[in-house]
């Protein structure tokens, strides 16, 4: 069994930072890949950033490329992201999820963290 665990999220300003971080408790956080999603009100769950179990493959959306940093620390069980450059857009909840295969689609990820609020004001 696995848990994840985010937090990290609040209400920012347009143009503010927020880093997100995600606690992962159970077995074999170091051999699968990780991600984040966010959903917004009324909206389909998307995917936001990826990033393979040792860190060397890395993607981002077209939406957050440039402006977020994934990363993870297999010693401390963590993933986190680093936004940066926010935008009213980037409302949502953001979620962490366990890859059985390291993709875009939900349906890729076995296991989902209960989710962090981030809201951007303009």
């Known amino acids: 069994q696995v848990q994840l665990v985010e937090s990290g999220g609040g209400l920012v300003q347009a143009g503010g930072s927020l880093r997100l971080s995600c606690v992962a408790s159970?077995?074999?956080?170091?051999?699968?890949?990780m991600a984040w999603f966010r959903q917004a009100p009324g909206k389909e769950r998307e995917f936001v950033a990826a990033?393979?179990?040792?860190?060397?493959?890395?993607y981002y959306a077209d939406s957050v490329k440039g402006r977020c940093t994934i990363s993870r620390d297999n010693a401390k069980n963590t993933v986190a992201l680093q936004m940066n450059g926010l935008k009213p857009d980037d409302t949502a909840v953001y979620y962490c999820?366990?890859?059985?295969?390291?993709?875009?689609?939900?349906?890729?990820?076995?296991?989902w963290g209960q989710g962090t609020q981030v809201t951007v004001s303009s």
């Open positions: 999820a366990r890859a059985r295969v390291l993709t875009t689609r939900t349906l890729d990820y076995d296991y």
């Open positions: 159970g077995r074999s956080f170091s051999g699968s890949g």
């Open positions: 990033i393979s179990r040792n860190g060397g493959y890395i």
